[in-house]
DNA sequence: CCTATTTCAGTGTTACTGAGATCG
DNA sequence: CCGATCTCAGTATCACTGAAATAG
């Protein structure tokens, strides 16, 4: 094999199953008229409401970002923004009925490609990769 | 956990550790003043003269993007391009000797960012995790 | 004074698409 | 005519930076 040096790194080897899990989550979305942000910001809401920037710090989504997508969001009607009267900084940010709906919509297509990622994995593989990931994941305090 | 309905997908598991570790990755290949495709196409390079066509094949670059990666690398003298005697469609492409020492000075970065990357786990943990990560990638025919 | 939040504008890498010209 | 290669130009998502305005 000629490009041994590449073939065998952990980093290559997590950039190509995640560019694998990637294509098929941002195609099913893009699909289903959506995108990766878009669920992320409504899955953060389902139970609470929350500011912009505690938002952005549970999906992991840059103050920036949470700025456009949200904007996208309320002119679809997904989301509601209201100024926090405890704290005038703050925009409180909750899921209109319709919100929750698209949610819903959207969790279910997300669901079914995890089935399609997994699919090459046995159950107790599954678990097994999903613990090695946690573990890996968890230092991201940057 | 307000927002179960994320962290415990596969498809995030994946992208927080990978991007994590292209985190580290990029940004070591940054201080040394490269770049992941810069390393990529030097590391396909390193056994074989190829054409452009089966080198992004191989390291799974864009056809457009190995255009643009190889005009930079052979301003810097690190590759050299020439037409294939026997297909004249074809550029035949190889390191130069400025080339290969670049490859193994970008190689002992990028191997020192896979021990801090695989940091969390143990030596057997590692190859669990390569072995589970290379049969989700393996099916990347697309 | 310093910090936090929201917003805007812009950058960067990776990944990808479409089309033209050339050649087998 | 079809298919492969190289090139150019442009797009998309995600990730990120800097700075201004506002408020605690």
Chains 1, 2 share one sequence.
């Not at 002119?75 to 409180?92: C, I, T």
């Amino acid at each position: 094999m000629p490009h041994d040096r590449i073939s065998a790194l952990p980093t290559w080897l997590l950039s190509r199953a995640n560019l694998r899990a990637q294509r098929l989550l941002h195609g099913a979305l893009a699909a289903a008229g959506s995108r990766g942000y878009h669920y992320r910001i409504l899955a953060a809401l389902e139970h609470d409401h929350l500011s912009q920037a505690e938002l952005g710090r549970r999906v992991a989504v840059d103050r920036s970002d949470v700025v456009a997508t949200l904007a996208t969001l309320e002119s679809d009607g997904l989301v509601h923004r209201s100024p926090d009267p405890a704290d005038r900084r703050r925009n409180v940010v909750r899921l209109t009925p319709a919100g929750r709906t698209e949610l819903d919509r959207l969790d279910a297509v997300v669901r079914s490609v995890q089935d399609e990622v997994l699919a090459p994995l046995g159950p107790e593989d599954r678990r097994r990769l999903a613990s090695l990931l946690a573990r890996l994941g968890d230092r991201m305090d940057r």
